[in-house]
């Protein structure tokens, strides 16, 4: 039991620390010219700790192919395109499915407007999807006092099989 507790008591401020505050979303993904069909969604969400991560959701699905990269771009053409500003995340992890990519400590999630995946071997661009405005806000709106006591109970005290967990 003491086991559990220690755990709860590591584990609660990083729960309530890593909370979503702000996100924007990928409804659909297009098939550019010569590109492939994907479906699924996606999620770009910012952290209250000020991480971001991109996420395809459960339903992603895309045709497999060699050397394929996740960027956000500032417009719906291949990374390699003049003059389209974008941010290589990491290779695609799986052509199916729940897969996320952390992003660099320097991006905003107002930065970029399109998620795109591009092959990197043949310069031959995927499919793309564009984010959705933003929605929520990490904006801090009043004083934050780090050292607030609150009130903690567990109970019963001493536990058999169970215990209860209050704050």
């Excluded at 609660?12 to 990928?26: D, K, N, Y």
């Excluded at 390699?80 to 052509?95: F, R, V």
């Amino acid at each position: 039991m003491k086991i559990i507790f220690l755990s709860l008591l590591i584990a609660l401020p990083m729960l309530l620390s890593a909370q979503v505050c702000a996100s924007r979303s990928v409804s659909s993904f297009v098939k550019p010219s010569g590109g492939y069909t994907t479906s699924g969604t996606a999620i770009l969400e910012e952290h209250s700790n000020g991480t971001l991560t991109l996420s395809f959701s459960a339903a992603f699905s895309t045709s497999s192919g060699p050397d394929l990269y996740v960027y956000l771009a500032e417009r719906d053409d291949a990374p390699t395109a003049s003059g389209n500003g974008h941010i290589e995340l990491a290779a695609l992890i799986n052509n199916n499915g729940t897969q996320s990519y952390n992003l660099p400590a320097n991006v905003s999630i107002e930065d970029y407007d399109y998620v795109l995946v591009h092959c990197k071997q043949y310069n031959h661009f995927w499919t793309w999807g564009q984010l959705s405005t933003t929605t929520g806000s990490c904006a801090i709106t009043g004083t934050v006092n780090q050292n607030q006591d609150f009130n903690l109970n567990v109970y019963p005290n001493p536990a058999v099989s169970a215990i209860n967990i209050s704050f």
